[in-house]
């Protein structure tokens, strides 16, 4: 395991009234590509500019590379910020831009027009040094945000919501550039999205956040398979989080009906969160599955239909499937032991207002 | 159609800039080319390179420039202190900077002689701190900051405005690449707010570079600039072909200026400036 660069203990901020981190604590590995993923207002971009420098944290520290760099300038850190609205310098060109923080460090003028070249190359803008920014795209901003911020060398490379001003196909090209660049620059990438797909395409490492309270901390894989709440699994992907009861290990109760499970080690009788997956419901023949149900709606999504079947056991599901399923019609739903993930209620207070939060949003 | 409509919407200001700027110009211009029998003369013209003429040029220019560098120095840390304020309300902050303007000009000019005659409330308080009195009265000094004082909003608007519009994170972006505050000013600042430093200039010095009435006022007629040399000319030495050829050099003096200010603006707005 390579070594911890960025260490964040116990940190605390709020605007006023408004706390928006609380007693976070969080360390970021070298070579990492850490994605801070979370609503909007969850404290990911303030999490951001701490480690930048551009706010200071009200309670906590931020160790970077095993030094206490809290109250540091933001022009005194080793790492550099990719802006959300690119912040490219209007009245300079691309080359001009680029070398801005080169001419800081008073590089010699060949040197930096070797690193300009490279940085354009390592972008796919090669040729663009004597454009303005306001004659280029939105994705070509981006990309000259990002030659920006790499010609310093920086050992951390802070990217916030880059993508987010993006159309899809940009949007989806640029993932797979960042992630060649991560791979060829070597640095460690810390990237704030609210976009869960964005997260789990190009992460190591996803950090999910809400109401400034680290909810779980695992790969892609991890966050998106074992969820470790109703919270992460509503915002990972769309789930279907029923209430349910554990009557037994491997056995839970929902809306009276028993179905097969594999999680054990609850107390019986115990209320519980049971998070399905869509695309884990499976709609059978009527004759066939757990229990019946109506199809009630039916979305065409390019990839696959979303619908709404209403069971007979009163619960309504969402699916995803490729089959094609007309509306009113009667079908048979099964979900297969290993796709029902049981949680916990949550039980403390943090975990209640994650929950509030949770209902706020659906309102 | 939509051209016919706007071409009707324009008639009212061009019946205006006809009637009262581009005809009175023409009879300024051939009055400045002609002698009072009507024939055709640059004598008027070539008036400017006289001593006294060309004192009171030297004279208007060089106030005008200091009253401009000294409303540059008072705006832009204001205009930085009130961005870094992050005091949003903007009407507010306009309301505030124009309010003088909403006193009489003439009676703010005399507020001013009050304050710095001989026995004024000036040298009254020298007086009682027992330091010797100043003549601040009738000097250049007076002029400059009578002008200073009348044209102060419209240097401190167009800059506040251009400063206010600089993004944040453009900001942010040069100190995450390690810019100091003095880089960042010198590099982002002012490059970017060029346009509004060159409207502001452009509405300070040339009025001031006009200027005649705070020079009667607060110069006691001491002082001569070319403004009041023309003034006098159409008015007491009834020399109006003088007068117009004054004027016509006056102005193109300003249209030099305003074209150069008008090109660093530009300029910048390209990037072409360091």
Not at chain 1, 68 to 80: E, G, M, S, Y
Not at chain 1, 231 to 255: K, W
Not at chain 2, 232 to 237: H, L, M, P, R
């Amino acid at each position: 395991m390579s070594k911890k660069l960025i260490e964040l203990k116990s940190i605390s901020k709020s605007f006023g009234a408004c706390t928006v981190i609380e007693e976070l604590d969080l360390y970021i590995r070298e070579n990492e590509f850490v994605t801070l993923l979370g609503p909007s207002g969850c404290g990911k971009t303030t999490l951001l500019r701490i480690i930048g420098g551009f706010e200071t944290p009200d309670r906590g520290q931020v160790f970077f590379d095993g030094e206490d760099i809290t109250k540091l300038p933001p022009n005194k850190r080793q790492v550099n910020t990719v802006f959300q609205k690119y912040a490219l310098f209007s009245h300079m060109t691309v080359a001009e831009n680029i070398a801005f923080g080169l001419r800081i460090k008073k590089k010699p003028e060949d040197f930096i027009r070797e690193r300009i070249k490279y940085a354009l190359d390592l972008v796919n803008l090669s040729g663009f040094e004597e454009r303005m920014p306001a004659s280029l795209s939105g994705g070509q901003q981006q990309r000259i945000a990002i030659a920006r911020a790499i010609v310093n060398e920086p050992k951390v490379l802070l990217l916030d919501e880059p993508l987010g001003a993006l159309d899809l196909k940009l949007r989806q090209e640029m993932q797979y550039e960042l992630i060649r660049l991560k791979n060829e620059l070597g640095i460690t990438f810390i990237y704030v999205t609210h976009d869960q797909e964005e997260a789990l395409t190009m992460s190591d490492t996803i950090v999910v956040m809400n109401r400034g309270v680290i909810q779980q901390i695992g790969t892609p894989e991890s966050i998106y398979n074992e969820p470790i709440n109703a919270f992460v699994a509503d915002f990972i992907g769309e789930s279907n989080i029923i209430d349910g009861i554990m009557t037994a290990d491997r056995q839970v109760v929902i809306g009276g009906q028993t179905f097969e499970c594999v999680d054990t080690g609850f107390e019986k009788d115990q209320p519980v969160d049971v998070v399905i997956r869509p695309e884990d419901v499976e709609l059978l023949p009527p004759d066939k599955g757990a229990v019946t149900g109506k199809v009630t709606s039916v979305i065409f999504k390019g990839v696959h239909y979303e619908i709404q079947v209403m069971s007979s056991i009163g619960i309504n599901f969402l699916v995803q499937t490729t089959q094609y399923f007309s509306v009113d019609s009667l079908v048979g739903i099964n979900v297969i032991p290993d796709n029902f993930q049981i949680m916990h209620k949550p039980k403390s207070e943090d975990e209640q207002i994650l929950r509030e939060g949770e209902d706020h949003e659906n309102q | 159609m939509k051209t016919n409509k706007m071409r009707v919407l324009s008639i009212p200001y061009i019946v205006w800039i006809i009637g009262f700027t581009l005809i009175p110009l023409l009879f300024v211009v051939m009055r400045a080319v002609t002698d009072p029998k009507g024939g055709f003369t640059l004598a008027n013209l070539f008036a400017i390179f006289d001593p006294i003429h060309r004192k009171a040029l030297i004279l208007s220019l060089l106030l005008a420039f200091i009253s401009s560098v000294i409303c540059i120095i008072i705006s832009y840390p204001a205009a930085l202190i009130l961005k870094a304020s992050r005091f949003s309300n903007k009407k507010i902050m306009i309301f505030v900077l124009i309010l003088p303007m909403w006193m009489n000009f003439i009676l703010r000019m005399l507020s001013i002689q009050m304050l710095i005659s001989k026995n004024g409330l000036i040298n009254n308080l020298l007086e009682i701190f027992g330091m010797n009195k100043m003549s601040l009265i009738n000097t250049p000094y007076a002029i400059i900051l009578g002008m200073v004082y009348d044209y102060l909003p419209y240097m401190m608007l167009p800059i506040l405005n251009c400063v206010l519009a600089i993004p944040d994170d453009m900001i942010e972006a040069s100190k995450d690449l390690g810019a100091n505050r003095w880089y960042v000013l010198t590099k982002i600042m002012i490059p970017l707010s060029l346009t509004g430093i060159g409207s502001g200039v452009t509405m300070v010095f040339v009025p001031s570079m006009t200027e005649f009435v705070i020079a009667n006022l607060l110069g006691g007629g001491k002082i001569q600039l070319l403004g009041n040399i023309i003034e006098q000319e159409f008015s007491v030495s009834m020399n109006w072909n003088l007068g117009s050829g004054l004027s016509v050099m006056l102005m193109i003096f300003v249209l030099i200026t305003t074209l150069v200010f008008g090109r660093t603006a530009s300029q910048t707005d390209r990037g072409f400036v360091i």
